[in-house]
């Protein structure tokens, strides 16, 4: 499928650079990018469900701090702007992937078989997902479009050094999560009072610990950006503790996902991914025209705030859960 899509990409580029408006040579970059991704995830979902939190972790967040260390190098120290950020994601992706790929190999975990039934089980999960993508799109990335609009580039510029902060929150959140999951899934199969009472302690225990880091970043959030980033870069640290609070409720968000997936009623998950997604294109384009910087924080916020919520809800309704007491 990559080299397919490698090819598409070298006889169609000059089309789709035109259609879209992104540069041939990123269409490109993009096929190595998401063939190393899907490596890295299948690598990272083995160790998931064999409950190996150690060397999913390990692996997880050297391709994190790789990707971070390196875009802030080649974005605030270089200059090299977009493709400095572009670079650092990919070369961080391609390595891991390939690490990835090598201990698959090494632990004889691919292997060609043909098995329709397991295909089909796999399209019936994954399709309603589908949308889950275009309203992650709507929440994650469309808000740097509406700046750049809205804002002019200098602002998207101080805004994506603030995200790129606040994203390592994020990173570990989800990491935490999938490394989280099977551990959870095992306790709700066996469908015991008790464990479903700890493990509604252990997630407001969690949630705490967010908050608290929420908190920590209102008060040191901006020096440490100006210390890493630099004088020029200050305006950002008045977005950065409401991207981190946005993250932060995201990785809240992540625990309550769990339980739609383990009923598997993933259309369910999609269809308040694109409600949220939408939500936050309103939010973004009101607040930001009212508050600049701070209201496309402040819109990440409530976006986030209203998709943990209403998967909290629904998650509720399809696995019930003792979250306010014995049921």
Known sequence: MATLLL???????????????????????????????????????????RSQPLRYGSLQITRSS????????????????VAGRIGGATFAVALCGLIGLAWLYRDGLIKWAWRPDLIK????????????LLGAFLLLMVDRAIISSRLG????GYYLVAAQF?????IIAESINKAYVPWLFARLKRNLAA??????????????????GVVCTFFFGGPILKFIAGEQYAQASVVLPWLVMAQAIRGMYFMQTSYITYSKQTG????????????????????????????????????M????????????????MPWFGKE
Request: net charge neutral; glycine share 10%.
């Open 195 to 212: 464990e479903k009472e700890a493990i509604v302690r252990i997630t407001y225990g969690y949630y705490c610990l967010l908050v608290f």
């Open 7 to 49: 090819i598409v990409s070298l006889v169609l580029g000059s089309w789709l650079e035109r259609l879209i408006g992104l540069p041939r040579v990123w269409l490109m970059v993009g096929v190595p990018y998401a063939f190393s991704q899907f490596a890295l995830q299948l690598r990272l979902g083995q160790w998931q469900v």
């Open 268 to 303: 369910a998950l999609a269809r308040i991914t694109i409600l949220c997604g939408g939500i936050n294109v309103l939010l973004m384009f009101s607040l930001i025209d009212l508050y600049g910087l701070r209201g496309a924080g402040w819109a990440a916020c409530l976006s």
């Open 66 to 81: 790789i990707d971070v260390v390196l875009s802030i190098i080649l974005v605030v120290v270089l200059g090299f702007g």
């Open 305 to 320: 705030l209203i998709q943990w919520l209403v998967t909290w809800r629904v998650g509720h309704r399809l696995t019930p």
């Open 121 to 132: 089980e796999a399209l019936d999960f994954g399709v309603p997902l589908t949308p889950h």
């Open 153 to 156: 580039l200098d602002a998207a």
């Open 166 to 170: 606040a994203l390592v929150v994020g």
